[in-house]
């Protein structure tokens, strides 16, 4: 999948974020996945970047399964 801009805009541990986050984990195993704490985790769901991100993949994820 080719990036978009959101993406990368997105730091490497924020991208671990987002899969891990769209793949079920919690946010505070997410958190663990990408080196972060849960605090930080929060954060970036205030970011629009982020949750743009988290948004558009989620979208991509559902059409896949449709």
């Known amino acids: 999948m080719a ?3 959101n993406q990368k805009k997105l730091a490497p541990k924020q ?3 987002v899969g891990a986050l769209l793949s ?3 946010q505070a195993d997410a958190a663990a ?3 972060v704490g849960t605090s930080t ?3 970036w769901l205030k970011d629009p970047a982020f949750t ?3 948004d ?3 979208g991509a994820a ?3 399964a449709t």
């Open 56 to 58: 558009k993949q989620t």
């Open 41 to 43: 985790i929060q954060r």
């Open 62 to 64: 559902v059409q896949d």
């Open 15 to 17: 991208k671990k974020a």
């Open 3 to 5: 990036e978009n801009d």
């Open 52 to 54: 743009g991100e988290l």
């Open 33 to 35: 996945a990408a080196g």
């Open 24 to 26: 079920g984990f919690s």
